[in-house]
């Protein structure tokens, strides 16, 4: 009987190596979707939240100047004090300017609103009106 040596540098065979990659494969092609919804998901719940802080903001602007900002104010009367405003007691957002949607575009802002008595709307990820599901338009009347 010879008497064998067990190498320490043993490596893993092809087989084992072709194993653990197809399980990997596997498992990234069940979790990887799954995992990519609840990003997209993440996007419009955070859009969704901003737009209830705007909503907070608007109505403490409000009770200060004693009406809602134009929509030729827009947003950014939350920030910036609008020429000829009394009683404007802002900033009334914690950041710096009016933050973006969570796609990097700027929301909507209407007074007075078709939806709601203002209209503060995020057009989704395709930037456009309409759409479904991460498409879909997020706003504070919809």
Sequence with gaps: MKNR???PNRGFTLVELLVVLAIL???????GPRVLNQLGGAKSKTAGVQ?????QALELYKLDVGR???TEEGLSALVAQPSGTNGWNGPYLKSS????????????????????????ISLGADGAEGGEGENADIGNAR
């Design 25 to 31: 494969g596997l498992l990234a092609g069940l979790v």
């Design 68 to 70: 809602f900002p134009t």
């Design 5 to 7: 040596i067990k190498s």
């Design 97 to 120: 300017g009016v933050p973006k949607d969570p796609w990097g575009r700027d929301y909507r802002y209407r007074f007075p609103g078709q939806q709601a008595e203002v209209d503060i």
């Design 51 to 55: 737009i209830k802080d705007f909503e």
